[in-house]
């Protein structure tokens, strides 16, 4: 039987992500005028669609004392975002290369995302409810 | 990871971007200054602007981008060195021995252009704070079933 929380406790995980990627959008959108700044963006989704692939192959060492170094994959619950910095283009004179209209898009696309999670969360919630309440309302 | 990080750096793109409107206004307003303390013409003045970076102890303690002090950051308010305008206008109270006046060395059409620059850049970081907000209310419903 699979963990209770698991799916929440990965909706966690993406939201995290989405949150960080909300700062950098920020900061890139901070930056906008900013001679020199290049802009960075977050890397999540394949590296989760990467584990998910790989779920069940490859070993993985026990931890049983808080000294041990984690050997191994890494499990579902050890990914995190990456923040790249996109360091080679240039869009304008200054040597900024922030794209404001992709930008705002991201934004948007970010935004969206973060709520049909939050959606998803509460989705789950309501489930578990349901199932400690033995299906009564 | 804080949770109001990122409408403190959008706060701060907003304070850069309004400021750089208010350094544009003054630069407009003084488009044909002749006189300043130091006895010279108005020197068009530009804001300039630095990201707000990591510092080496972050980086030495933590690989990981920390969200600490981002933003951007005015650094200083420096003045144009480009060369004033000469106009040729004998009558002038500040006109030399040959009848030239300096005028300041704003460029109007440069300063619009600036000031669309600042506004719009103003506008994006407005909605950048609304979405994260819209983003921290979601969060908050999941409580809520």
Known sequence: MPQIYSNIDLFEKVLDALWLRNEVISNNIANVNTPGFKSSSVVFEDILKKEIEEKGTGIKGYITHNKHIPIGKKGLMDIRPQVVINKNTALRNDGNNVDIDNEMA????????????VQLVMKEFSILKNIVNEGRR | ?????????????????????????????????????????????????????????????????????????????????????????????????????????????????????ASRGYEANVTAINSAKNMAMKALEIGRI
């Open chain 1, 106 to 117: 991201q934004l948007t696309k970010n935004t969206l995302k973060y709520n049909s999670i």
């Open chain 2, 1 to 117: 990871m804080k949770m109001f990080h990122s409408i403190d750096i959008s706060a701060s793109g907003l304070t850069a971007e309004r400021l750089r409107m208010d350094i544009i206004s003054n630069n407009i307003a003084n488009v044909n200054s002749t006189r300043t303390e130091n006895g010279e013409p108005y020197r068009r003045q530009i804001p300039v602007f630095q990201e707000r970076g990591r510092s080496f102890g972050d980086i030495l303690s933590d690989k990981q981008w920390r969200m600490q002090k981002r933003g951007v950051r005015v650094v200083g308010i420096r003045q144009d060195t480009s060369p004033f305008k000469l106009v040729f206008d004998p009558h002038h109270p500040d006109a030399d021995e040959n009848g030239y006046v300096r005028l300041p060395n704003v460029n109007i059409v440069t300063e619009m252009v600036d000031m669309i620059s």
